[in-house]
């Protein structure tokens, strides 16, 4: 199958790549001509022009934008609108906010374009990993582009089935679902993103907890002295706090066991602070998760080793680096 990618970063060019790997043909467009000769080189049709762009694709016309959620996407949604005909699929598969995926849909639907909304998760990783994807839309457009999603999704790997999964959709297992109508997969990876800050907080918070148990004024732990590169290490294996997360943290431990490449000021990608607004606007309960984005706003001001620990854990599964 056919697809066209505009955005060639860490993800979109991994994802054009772990396509090619599974048969499939890309086309390919970014800003930086850098970026698309890379890939020509590696079997995508590079062009140098979003016009040139829509041209190489075959109907019905199949484009993924994978660009930094705001202007840039908007723009290149809305141009890629005026381009493509009825019956073409457009997916955003960045961090935009479910509500411009809904707005985007409407617009895009009186001329028969198709809008698909990808929330993606893998980060650096997916190229043999797989994307854990999160889909809203239309399901006829969903449906269509399934041999896309199969192929960029992890499948079923050597995770053990969930019992009473029998005669259910098979998708969910392979790593990736159907969420809903436009929008619905946007909104997923925002909560999923927003429920990823509180679990790196609690992880960060209670290794800084076990750093510092040493200079305690509690004469009982005097003697404390934790080796966390040990620690996280037997956490991983049979601990039920164990997660991908944490091997991850392991592994930063173990290259660095002060974290000293990290300043500890921690950014974040606006889908927390939507995933809170969203729990205003529902009069949902979410303590946990606000505080954790609190902490990060914090952490630019004053940094603690538990900030270290989230931005090893952000540069180790994102590759995002700190802003200094």
Known sequence: MQLGMIGLGRMGGNIVRRLMRGGHACVVYDQNP??????????????????????????????WVMLPAGEITEATVARLGLLLGRGDIIIDGGNSNYKDDVRRSKAL????VQYVDAGTSGGVWGLERGYCMMIGGPRAAVDHLDPILATLAPGMGSISRTPGRDNTDPRPEKGYMHCGPTGSGHFAKMVHNGIEYGVMQAYGE?????????????PENAGFEFNL??????????????SWLLDLTASALARSPALSEFSGAVEDSGEGRWTINAAVDETVSAEV????????????????????????????????VEKL
């Open 206 to 218: 209670g290794l800084d907890i076990l750093k510092n148990v040493g200079n305690s004024s509690a």
């Open 109 to 112: 639907a009186e001329k028969g």
């Open 229 to 242: 590169t040990d620690l996280t290490e037997i956490w991983r294996r049979g601990s039920v706090i164990s």
């Open 34 to 63: 850098a970026a698309v000769a890379g890939l020509t080189g590696e079997g995508a049709a590079g062009v140098d022009s979003i016009e040139a762009f829509v041209e190489k694709l075959v109907a019905p016309k199949v484009a």
């Open 289 to 320: 998760l606000t505080a954790a984005l609190y902490s990060r706003f914090r952490s630019r001001k004053e940094h603690t080793f538990t900030e270290k620990v989230l931005s090893a854990m952000r540069f180790a599964f994102g590759g995002h």
